[in-house]
């Protein structure tokens, strides 16, 4: 199956989470994404658990602690996460503090499209490999918690600084307890997002007929070792800050705040202006989400409720009257749900075209007929553990099966086929650079 970004080459300089998975999405489109990772060390994640071993079954109920390390038992203990975030890309080692490891990598860079970094501002040009350094033809993608520019740029920082000074961590839970972090690392991973949209516009400016491609063709990529650098073929260089990706999500909060000044608050699970919205408990010890804030949405809740006399009350007439009395339309509609199971209310709800969703665990997505037809998992062949089910790449293309990533590599794996295949170097300077733990 051929995919768009075939020919590109991306260089993963990053660690943890925002670069790697910005360059795992270019991967996920087609690029050859090389893994560049400290000898002997390695990627950050390649440390974190949840972890696994050849040997775990992870199976319902098989008596498995995937919270932590296994023991030697069971082989050694492999990390969960770097097998989903290291997937799809080539491993190779190389200490780009020392002058060896810059040179060899300015050698591959040279050969590439796209490098993507997450260390703290001036830590590349400090190593002599800051965008200055390299080729002009190279998108250079960026990503720190703060950018490049500004007085908080040299600050450290993860992914909850960047929730918290883009916004979003105000806004998140009940208005009556401390702000609750999203359940997942939101700010690493948008930003990789709209980092990796970022870099395809780039690439699409370089490769394009600087005269215009006749009738609106697009002039055909070859890889970067064809095609020298020169004035017309410029990658930018993308400085994508972890906040700045929270802030451009915020709705309509800095408007408001603008022109009526308005400090927007947290309101849990329920919104100020729509009701009844809310997630409803249901008589199995489920949750379930019920949309009926608009008209039309509200008469279907109400006849799937067989309660169609609110339709007559005053206090329900209309949004703006059903939003001022949300507490009650919602506890009428919470006393409802709590009286069914999550399948009896969903069957209800669906019968009568009322906008509703199970909250869903990870072993509801597992079993869900239409996450299956959809192939919304696909099993990756990791090469510690063996085949892991996991999330499909996303998005995909109309009338295309599930591209399947190959398993997050092994520390170093790639050395001899990019170092030598790609870069050109010898075996014996090959096998000097390892003596010395160049890579």
Request: with cysteine.
């Amino acid at each position: 199956m051929s995919l768009p970004l075939e020919g590109i080459r991306v260089l993963d300089v990053g660690t943890r989470i925002s670069a790697p998975f910005c360059a795992g999405l270019l991967g996920e489109l087609g690029a050859e994404v090389i893994k560049v990772e400290l000898p002997g060390e390695g990627d950050f994640m390649r440390a974190i658990g949840p972890f696994a071993s050849a040997s775990d079954a992870w199976q319902e109920g098989d008596g498995s602690d995937a919270s932590q390390p296994t023991g030697t038992e069971k082989g050694p203990a492999y990390s969960l996460w770097w097998a989903v975030e290291g997937r799809g890309r080539k491993g190779v080692t190389c200490d780009l503090r020392r002058p060896e490891g810059q040179s060899i990598f300015r050698q591959l860079a040279e050969r590439s499209d796209v490098v993507c970094e997450n260390f703290r501002p001036g830590t590349m040009e400090r190593w002599g490999l800051g965008p200055d350094d390299l080729p002009d033809h190279l998108v250079y993608v960026r990503i720190s918690v703060f950018g490049q520019t500004g007085p908080y740029a040299s600050r450290p920082g993860l992914d909850r600084l960047g929730i918290a000074f883009g916004g979003l961590l105000y806004l998140t839970g009940y208005p009556d307890r401390p702000p609750v972090r999203p359940g997942v690392t939101v700010a690493d991973y948008l930003t990789g997002v709209f980092a990796a949209a970022s870099a395809l516009a780039s690439l699409y400016e370089r490769d394009r007929r600087v005269e215009g491609p006749p009738d609106g063709a697009c002039e055909e990529t070859s890889r970067a070792e064809d095609r020298p650098a020169s004035p017309g073929r410029r990658g930018r260089v993308v400085d994508a800050p972890l906040y700045a990706a929270i802030l451009r999500i915020l709705e309509w909060t800095l408007a408001a705040h603008d022109r009526l000044g308005l400090v927007r608050e947290r309101t849990g699970n329920r919104l100020e202006h729509a009701a009844p919205l809310d997630n409803y408990p249901t008589s199995d010890g489920r949750t379930i989400c019920i949309l009926g804030g608009s008209d039309a949405n509200f008469a279907r809740l109400c006849r799937a409720m067989g309660r169609t006399e609110l339709l007559d009350d005053p206090r329900f007439a209309t949004v703006a009257d059903r939003a001022a009395h949300g507490a009650e339309i919602n506890e009428i509609v919470a006393r409802w749900t709590g009286s069914l199971t999550a399948a009896e209310l969903d069957e209800r709800c669906v019968a009568a075209g009322v906008p509703v969703g199970t909250v869903y665990s990870a072993a509801d997505i597992f079993a869900d007929p239409h996450m299956a037809a959809r192939e919304d998992l696909v099993t990756v062949d990791d090469p510690v553990i063996g085949p892991v089910r996991q999330q499909a790449p996303f998005p995909r293309f109309a009338g295309d099966t599930p591209h399947v990533p190959s398993g997050a590599p092994l520390l170093g794996q790639h050395n001899d086929e990019i170092w030598r295949g790609v870069v050109g170097l010898t075996e014996d300077e090959l096998a000097s650079l390892r003596a010395s733990g160049v890579v």
